[in-house]
């Protein structure tokens, strides 16, 4: 996303003051003449491109939003991409999106301290290193973790629609009585950490049931879906967006899905559109949600998820650049256009300034971490 | 009538803007049809999706038609699906027929993309099913097969596999990503070098030094040598470009195409080895496969017909899954997921529009490359004209910027580019070969997921063997192509005795 604002009123100034210089005659007139007019086009597209003042002076005219996700189809770019259109607009800088990934990006952070390179992230940004990731560090200690400014409610469990599996609590019971249920995950994120919670679950439902569910790693999507139709796993963690038109596909179809858990709060879901997305309506998704569907995390409380995107910044990076993206970001959610935009993207918006959302998300990598600590004995 | 419903000038114009575009995205070494589709991909958020997708097949057409201006012209593969584009157009602009080249591959992309066009608008759901019944142990034999054009590649088959393994070691260095199923760990990554190579060496700078800087590095060892004469190169004056030269390559265009296709269905398996296929597949029927790598214009013909074969087949399991066939339609998810537009098994039915659209958008991008690269095609030939004092320098350039944008600006792929440049430079004095290295570079990473996802997955070799019909038949395409590699190796070893 390259979101340019440029001075209007410069360049007209500049344009009104500028007088061509028409010497026609010699060659080395017509020469000079040549010059000059590329020099005046140089200069005058020297001034195009200046672009205005900064929401702060110190903020850098030009910022690249890097996100650790290679995809520019995913929602990573999307809620990047949004927030980068709207922070540029109310900034009056340029903010490009970069689809580097999650360890190019993070070098990438690590080397500027300056600010002109931000990264916009999500949850795996702390599992990657709680899952023992080579190379990923606890970003709350080697960088700055800032604003959180949507969910996505989609994080998604599916079995085949011909599954004997009708919803979680027979895969927990299943995994109870002893028949071994195979998840397909990407390992070390969020896809990881709710096959983690379903491990958890079966075992406070019996202690070592959470040995008969076991991961199948894979990778995109398209491997996992593939994992199914090929009889290797018999749940599959997916997406709403990714997955809900299988589940539309009749049972006879090879292809044909259905969901059995959504990761989610119920209080997050029913922020989301009432029409849901496809046929699952919002009501249809609660379904698939805590209280209605339960994976305990402890005999108390059910395990949720909600997928949060937020900004990190360079550990050294002036807090004031911070500070001033934190009020341009409130002043963007008060006018509440972007919210708009969220929900016709299927996010549920969740602006939380830096200082709050750091405590916030440092308290979901402490539960999540503990889980997976305990798992691993 | 509904099916040109979408034909607004607009439509017309961005596709037709997008193919011109993709063309020198396609035709500068290191740029590629993805990168141009990144480059565009946030444009589309205010055009709307009709309009914004015809902006971006144009370029994906444009793009992966574009590569081959430099395959043929400078020996740099614009793009990897150009590379055995390089194999024979470049012998055929060294002898002063890069014009013929030229025309032959243009010509041949057109054929392979209508080709595609039409299989993806009467088969695309069928064809999607017909994917999904490819599992990991498929797709490891397809690479294998695609691998075995290593030994077709060589002309000593032993440092020619040698070579190819080599590109299979080096392609594996780096972390065994989880994004491929991996376990996320590193290896082959020499010590004190992590931080470097923990994403390992990227493609385009790596073939973009192989081939470009390699050369570069080798005149200036044994002197620069003149470039050729406009008469050298001009078809028009000395002899009619002629249609007749397809006369009997019909098989072979359809065939490459079809092969192209194919390989677009099967997400994973990746744009490369469509080409590669393709290409091994016309040398294995052919009846002078001696002639291929010296300057065979079937092998041009086949090479471009499968690239362009891919763009209609990448998009089947895009529009009837919801999974990109290759990197170039991943990015194209983008301006669905932007527009807010659900891609999977029911798009088409449920959004016949844009699925005529987008059908649309294909058949006028293919016109519009074969239109605007067929009457250009004599300024692009004049290249091999300028000085080479002047070219090289601009060529050099052109690859430093290429390398260092790929990745969105990673410093060490300009370092990639310079390493190889260097190994490509040594592996001449070696005698080591570099179709193979690359061949082997690209497909390694690929098999190895596959090999290892099948074993995880089975727990047992012989499943290679027994998975399936489609697994059998791919065991005798690879066991033919190795045989008829030995066989012509023979042949061709014995040719040379006989003459000395």
Known sequence: MYAHSCNADGLSEGARNFKLPVTLGSGREIMNFTRRTLLAAVGAAAILVQPVAGFSKDLPRNMRMVIGSTSTGGDTYQAAAIVADALSDKLGINIKVDAVGAAAGFKALARDKRGTTIMMFHDFAYLAELYGGKGFENPFEAFTVGATVATNP????LVSKDSPYQNMSDILQAAVDGTRVRVAIQPGGVSEIGFSAMKNAANVMKPGAGENIVAVNTGSQSDKNQAMWDGLADVINGSIQANEQFTQLPEDDQKAMRFVWLTSTEATLKEAPEAGMGKLTRDAMLQYAEPETSVPLDENTDFTFDKEFFFIFNKDMDPELIDTIDGALAEIYDEGNIQEREKAAFFTPNFQPSAVAREHLREKRETYGKLIKDLDG | MELFDSLSPLFVLLTIGGTFVGIIFGAIPGMTATMAVAVCLPITYSLGLENGLALLLGLYVGGISGGLVPAILLGIPGTPSSITTTLDGYPMAQQGQGEKALRIGIVASLVGGLISLLILDFFAPALADF?????????????LFALTVMAALSSDLLLGIFSGFLGIFISLIGTYDVTNGGNGEWRLIPPGTEYWLQDGFSLLPLLIGLFGLATVLEEA?????????????????????????????????????????????????GGSAASILSYSNAKTFSKHPERFGKGEPAGVMASEAGNNGLTGGALVPLLSLGIPGDSTTALLIGAFTLQGVQVGPLFIGNNPGTWDAMIWAMLIANIAMFVMMYFAIRYFAMVVTIPKHILFPVILMMCVIGAYTINYGIMFDVWTLLIFGIFGWAMGKLRLEVAPFIIGFILGPSAEVYFVKTLESFGDVSIFFTKSPIAMVLWVMIIGSVVGSILLNRSAAKRIRENS
């Open chain 2, 221 to 269: 060892q044994t002197g620069m040598q003149p470039g050729m004469s406009q008469k050298d190169v001009k078809v028009g004056k000395h002899e009619r470009f002629s249609f007749r030269i397809f006369n009997g390559q019909w098989i072979n265009l359809i065939r490459s195409s079809c092969i192209g296709t194919f390989v677009g269905i099967l997400p994973g398996v």
């Open chain 2, 131 to 143: 994917a999904i019944k490819f599992s990991y142990v498929e797709k490891f034999l397809i690479i």
């Open chain 1, 154 to 157: 989609a994080n998604a469990y």
